[in-house]
């Protein structure tokens, strides 16, 4: 029997995935590569729609992100990895899901609308970035998967893909099928926070457009660096103050990588234990996690990754295709 299909991306918006890319979306890309084809996209039109500054090599970024997949436990023997850039037809569904979509829909998109409050005053507020949604509903309808695996923060995305396919539906007859939200309940893996705080001292998601990370690939001495920089409680100042383990982004990771973790809030929380003591069992925790992603991260060369993309986007692209060819046919274009 043919598996039913998975589609999940990531943006090429720099060259490294943190654990946050990690936990909210590649674990279950992982977990569900056994029962279902996983496509595993590498968006790197995505990363057009906010990159500020000088532009940035994406193709490298693409190359380096693709490779983090494989490390993160992708298997492409199962799974499909391609660059979205690869496979033409998502810009081509993207044009004529434009058609069946209203400005005013887009314009009040709460996650446009802080993208732009995020942009310094000179960045160029693209028609791509007002557009994100439409073409993140063509990269997942064109592969009518059966879920869609990602972070908390893409919720409100998945619910006007979802809007768009019923819209093109309701016009030209029944192409897209309803697809399920993989979403982790637990907030500590589909939110997770980034090292740094927010203007008024709360936690704010990692990113990698933050860069408040703690990335995938880095050297263990590297990553030691990052967890002693990160946000603690901030009325914490001594020892024997008492933490609040909700508000500190050492706490929340150490409920996800240490064992010992239920021990450890009960003694930040009575003030029995200082924030260098976490830190340091969280950076043996974590470098302990990271270290067979890092073994497979290094066996892998262009060369290697390269393969897997072709193959990746022939793949897609067989998929991709079929569907387009229904497309034009609903909308009397062929
Ligand atoms: P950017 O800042 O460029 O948008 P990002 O870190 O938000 O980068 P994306 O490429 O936008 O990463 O998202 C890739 C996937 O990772 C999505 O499924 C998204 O929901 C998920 N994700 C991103 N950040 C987190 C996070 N902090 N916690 C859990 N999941 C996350
Ligand atoms: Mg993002």
């Given at each position: 029997?043919?598996?039913?299909?998975?589609?999940?991306?990531?943006?090429?918006?720099?060259?490294?995935?943190?654990?946050?890319?990690?936990?909210?979306?590649?674990?279950?890309?992982?977990?569900?590569?056994?029962?279902?084809?996983?496509?595993?996209?590498?968006?790197?039109?995505?990363?057009?729609?906010?990159?500020?500054?000088?532009?940035?090599?994406?193709?490298?970024?693409?190359?380096?992100?693709?490779?983090?997949?494989?490390?993160?436990?992708?298997?492409?023997?199962?799974?499909?990895?391609?660059?979205?850039?690869?496979?033409?037809?998502?810009?081509?569904?993207?044009?004529?899901?434009?058609?069946?979509?209203?400005?005013?829909?887009?314009?009040?998109?709460?996650?446009?609308?802080?993208?732009?409050?995020?942009?310094?005053?000179?960045?160029?507020?693209?028609?791509?970035?007002?557009?994100?949604?439409?073409?993140?509903?063509?990269?997942?309808?064109?592969?009518?998967?059966?879920?869609?695996?990602?972070?908390?923060?893409?919720?409100?995305?998945?619910?006007?893909?979802?809007?768009?396919?019923?819209?093109?539906?309701?016009?030209?007859?029944?192409?897209f099928p309803d697809f399920k939200d993989m979403i982790d309940k637990d907030e500590s893996r589909s939110k997770l926070p980034g090292l740094d705080a927010d203007d008024e001292g709360k936690l704010r998601k990692m990113s990698k457009s933050y860069g408040n990370c703690i990335y995938l690939n880095e050297t263990a001495d590297e990553t030691a660096k990052r967890i002693k920089s990160a946000f603690t409680t901030p009325s914490k100042m001594r020892l024997t103050d008492p933490g609040i383990p909700e508000g500190c982004a050492v706490c929340q990771y150490l409920k996800l990588y240490s064992p010992d973790w239920e021990k450890q809030w009960a003694e930040d929380v009575a003030g029995e234990r200082g924030c260098s003591q976490s830190k340091k069992e969280l950076t043996e925790a974590i470098n302990e996690f990271l270290r067979p992603m890092r073994e497979r991260r290094a066996e892998l060369d262009d060369a290697a990754i390269l393969e897997i993309l072709a193959r990746g986007a022939d793949e897609a692209r067989e998929v991709a295709s079929a569907t387009m060819d229904e497309v034009r046919k609903a909308m009397k274009l062929a």
């Amino acid at each position: 029997m043919t598996k039913q299909r998975i589609l999940s991306g990531m943006r090429a918006t720099s060259p490294k995935l943190h654990i946050g890319n990690y936990e909210g979306a590649l674990r279950n890309w992982v977990n569900l590569q056994d029962d279902y084809k996983v496509y595993s996209m590498v968006a790197d039109w995505h990363a057009l729609t906010t990159l500020e500054g000088d532009p940035q090599d994406i193709r490298r970024n693409s190359l380096e992100v693709a490779k983090d997949f494989v490390a993160g436990g992708i298997d492409p023997a199962k799974s499909a990895v391609f660059i979205q850039s690869d496979v033409k037809e998502h810009a081509e569904m993207q044009l004529l899901f434009s058609m069946v979509v209203g400005v005013g829909k887009l314009e009040r998109n709460p996650t446009y609308k802080d993208m732009v409050k995020g942009l310094s005053k000179s960045t160029l507020v693209s028609m791509g970035l007002l557009g994100y949604p439409v073409l993140q509903a063509s990269d997942i309808l064109l592969y009518k998967p059966y879920g869609v695996p990602v972070g908390k923060d893409q919720a409100p995305h998945l619910e006007l893909s979802r809007e768009i396919g019923r819209a093109f539906n309701s016009r030209y007859g029944e192409v897209f099928p309803d697809f399920k939200d993989m979403i982790d309940k637990d907030e500590s893996r589909s939110k997770l926070p980034g090292l740094d705080a927010d203007d008024e001292g709360k936690l704010r998601k990692m990113s990698k457009s933050y860069g408040n990370c703690i990335y995938l690939n880095e050297t263990a001495d590297e990553t030691a660096k990052r967890i002693k920089s990160a946000f603690t409680t901030p009325s914490k100042m001594r020892l024997t103050d008492p933490g609040i383990p909700e508000g500190c982004a050492v706490c929340q990771y150490l409920k996800l990588y240490s064992p010992d973790w239920e021990k450890q809030w009960a003694e930040d929380v009575a003030g029995e234990r200082g924030c260098s003591q976490s830190k340091k069992e969280l950076t043996e925790a974590i470098n302990e996690f990271l270290r067979p992603m890092r073994e497979r991260r290094a066996e892998l060369d262009d060369a290697a990754i390269l393969e897997i993309l072709a193959r990746g986007a022939d793949e897609a692209r067989e998929v991709a295709s079929a569907t387009m060819d229904e497309v034009r046919k609903a909308m009397k274009l062929a």
